[in-house]
């Protein structure tokens, strides 16, 4: 079965950088959350996002942005990195109503940016 | 806000003996989540806990929730090693706004000893 999909797996970037993250959700899945674990850390939700509008937001720094696209995919783009944004950073999806009611989340492989 | 905590957050057990892992949450919820991770992997479902009363097995774990005590429980029987990860309880937003974003525990990491 498909599931969640992200990309790049791995990302190396200097400070002051700016860097995308990609999450494709399980077909006909129309929400999408995105979560940040630092080394040792619980995950933090970020930000959340259903039929391509916004949906929740979390502790998601003023330098980060995320949308959805028409085809539901999500991208989050972080600028000026700095040291402490090096972490795992995770991308689930649910099925919008249905999903809510199930409690369903599926996570994905997770993006390792690290900043150097 | 919604707070989560989780208790004990290390555990070390011999293999072959019982342990539960609380978990306590501040506000009402319909939801609560045990994820299993592995050092660098994701986040694998265990258990989702829909309802009070609900109690949900899985091989040598067990899952309980008591909403009005904003308490679930993960039992484990008869630990083996392969059990040993690090263990997440989360916690969900109310269902009727659509929208399905949790909160987590600080983890409980497990290691399971011969």
């Known amino acids: 079965a498909a599931g969640v999909i992200q990309s790049p797996r791995h990302l190396i970037k200097e400070k002051r950088e700016t860097a995308t993250l990609k999450c494709y959700p399980i077909?006909?899945?129309?929400?999408v959350y995105w979560y940040q674990q630092g080394p040792g850390q619980d995950p933090q939700f970020l930000i959340s996002?259903?039929?391509?509008?916004?949906?929740d937001k979390g502790s998601i720094p003023d330098r980060f942005s995320a949308q959805q696209f028409s085809d539901y995919h999500s991208e989050l783009n972080m600028s000026s990195l700095e040291l402490g944004d090096s972490a795992l950073y995770f991308c689930?999806?649910?099925?919008?109503?249905?999903?809510?009611?199930?409690?369903?989340?599926?996570f994905g492989e997770g993006s390792r940016l690290t900043v150097l | 806000e919604l707070k989560v905590e989780q208790n004990p957050l290390f555990l070390s057990m011999q293999e072959g003996k019982n342990y539960t892992i609380y978990c306590n949450y501040s506000?009402?919820?319909?939801?609560l989540y045990w994820y299993r991770q592995d050092p660098g992997k994701s986040l694998e479902s265990l258990f989702v806990?829909?309802?009070?009363?609900a109690v949900k097995q899985e091989g040598r774990l067990m899952a309980s929730l008591d909403t009005k005590a904003r308490l679930s429980t993960l039992h484990i029987t008869a630990a083996v090693h392969d059990l040993s990860a690090t263990y997440f309880c989360?916690?969900?937003?109310?269902?009727?706004?659509?929208?399905?974003?949790?909160?987590f525990g600080a983890g409980t990491r497990l290691t399971v000893k011969p």
């Open positions: 689930a999806s649910s099925l919008g109503l249905a999903g809510a009611r199930t409690g369903e989340l599926f």
């Open positions: 077909p006909r899945h129309d929400t």
């Open positions: 996002f259903y039929e391509k509008m916004q949906s």
């Open positions: 506000t009402t919820s319909d939801r």
């Open positions: 806990l829909l309802s009070n009363g």
């Open positions: 989360a916690v969900g937003k109310t269902l009727w706004n659509n929208n399905n974003d949790m909160r």
